[in-house]
């Protein structure tokens, strides 16, 4: 079973803290996605990578960032969080470059920017 | 602009059979996914179409006209488990999803 697991569940933050959300895939995938989800809204995605060390903008990077230094490994930063930003962020994972392959989503973690 | 569409909310009853449509204006088209997310969790696949037609996969179907720019998922035998979310997302021509905002499913015993 493929697992997508994320750093934590529930996060509390003050405005201007930077703030880290990470992410791990274990099925060797080389694709890895992070997206927020508001209500109303659909999955937005913020930002994606196809392989170590590259990462492509989604359409709402502003005031994000990340980071892939391992395979397994995609990471989420909030440089300076805003009240804006509470949300729940969602990473998935797949599997494959110009396949079409389904994506495996983690639990989610809940942030709130007070 | 891209655009999904799909009702807010649906209300249906154990046993029964509830159909979930999701209409799409997007540029370019390689296919459109279901998932289901139950509250509080990640979502999870459900189906994948890229041809016109239905596809069945147990319980559950789905359809797609590509002409029409319209799928839905068809659920049967509804239980009570199957109150979730259910989100339609669709490849587009940069092989980028675009989500649909979700139909809430409500199953009454």
């Known amino acids: 079973d493929v697992k997508v697991t994320q750093s934590s569940r529930y996060l509390v933050k003050r405005t201007g803290e930077k703030v880290f959300l990470e992410c791990v895939q274990d099925m060797d995938h080389e694709n890895m996605f992070w997206y927020r989800q508001d209500p109303g809204l659909g999955l937005r995605l913020i930002y994606f990578s196809y392989d170590v060390k590259m990462k492509e903008k989604g359409d709402i990077p502003e005031g994000y960032s990340v980071s892939r230094e391992k395979k397994e490994r995609f990471s989420l930063i909030l440089e300076s969080a805003s009240t804006n930003q509470t949300s729940m962020y969602l990473c998935?994972?797949?599997f494959g470059t110009g396949e079409i392959n389904e994506q495996y989503f983690g639990p989610g973690t809940r942030l709130t920017v007070t | 602009g891209q655009n999904i569409d799909q009702p807010t909310e649906m209300t249906a009853t154990e046993g029964a059979i509830v159909q979930i449509n999701c209409t799409y204006q997007t540029s370019g088209f390689n296919g459109l996914f279901w998932y289901q997310q139950h509250a509080g969790e990640a979502p999870t696949f459900l189906s994948y179409n890229v041809l016109d037609g239905l596809e069945e996969k147990g319980r559950f179907s789905s359809f797609l006209s590509r002409s029409k720019g319209y799928s839905y998922l068809l659920l049967k035998e509804l239980q009570m488990k199957d109150s979730a979310s259910y989100l339609c997302a669709v490849l587009d021509s940069n092989y980028q999803l675009i989500w649909g905002a979700g139909t809430k499913l409500i199953i009454k015993p």
């Open positions: 998935a994972s797949s």
